[in-house]
C-alpha cells in the first residue's frame, strides 16, 4: 500500500507540474494540496503551493504557503526569504518584512547587502531617513567585506594551485548597489 500511496504522490507531482506549464494555477494547486495532505511535511510542496499562489497574486496564501515551508525547514533558499519580504513590503507589512529580510541576513550572510539596502528602503518609504541610512551604510560595508572575502579567496586559490589557476572572477569593486561609478 505505501508503493502505491509513493506512486500516487509521485503522479500528482506530475500533473502539477505539467498544470503549471499550461498555466492551469487551479489544477497545480489542488495537486499541491492532495500531496500536503497525504505528506503535510513535504516543505518542497509549499515552496511550489506558494509560487502558484504568488503567480496568481494571492500573496496572503503564497505568503503562508511559504510560512508554512520555513516553518518545516528554515534553512531554505535566499529567494524564499527575499520573495516573503517583497510581498510584505506589497502588501505594506512593513515590520513583517524586515524580519524576513533580517532572517536572510542571519541565515545567508552573502545576502547581507541586498537585504540591508530592502531594509534601508522600507524605512525611507516611512520618511525615517536616518534610519534608512544607516541600513544602507550597513549595505555598503557588507559588500566591501564580501569583496574583501572574495580577494582573500582568490589569493588563497592562487597560492594553492602554485599560480596555476584555471579561471578567475574579475572583481569590481567601488560599485554601489546599483551597478554604476
Request: some cysteine; aromatic content about 12%; hydrophobic content about 35%.
Amino acid at each position: 500500500m505505501i508503493v502505491n500511496h509513493n506512486k500516487y504522490v509521485h503522479q500528482l507531482i506530475n500533473i502539477a507540474a505539467k498544470c503549471s506549464q499550461e498555466s492551469n494555477f487551479d489544477g497545480a494547486i489542488n495537486c499541491y494540496q492532495k500531496i500536503l495532505g497525504l505528506q503535510p511535511h513535504r516543505a518542497d510542496m509549499y515552496l511550489k503551493l506558494g509560487d502558484t499562489f504568488k503567480k496568481q497574486q494571492q500573496l496572503d496564501r503564497a505568503i503562508s504557503a511559504y510560512q508554512q515551508s520555513i516553518d518545516l525547514q528554515p534553512e531554505q533558499p535566499p529567494w524564499v526569504y527575499q520573495a516573503l519580504g517583497n510581498m510584505l513590503i506589497e502588501q505594506q507589512k512593513y515590520d513583517r518584512a524586515i524580519s524576513f529580510y533580517q532572517d536572510l541576513i542571519e541565515l545567508h550572510p552573502c545576502c547581507a547587502s541586498e537585504a540591508y539596502i530592502k531594509i534601508g528602503d522600507i524605512y525611507h518609504q516611512q520618511d525615517k531617513f536616518f534610519i534608512a541610512k544607516s541600513f544602507w551604510k550597513k549595505a555598503r560595508w557588507e559588500r566591501v567585506l564580501l569583496n574583501v572575502n572574495r580577494v582573500i579567496d582568490c589569493i588563497r586559490q592562487y597560492f594553492a594551485t602554485q599560480g596555476k589557476l584555471r579561471s578567475i572572477d574579475i572583481l569590481d569593486n567601488g560599485c554601489e548597489h546599483t551597478g554604476q561609478q
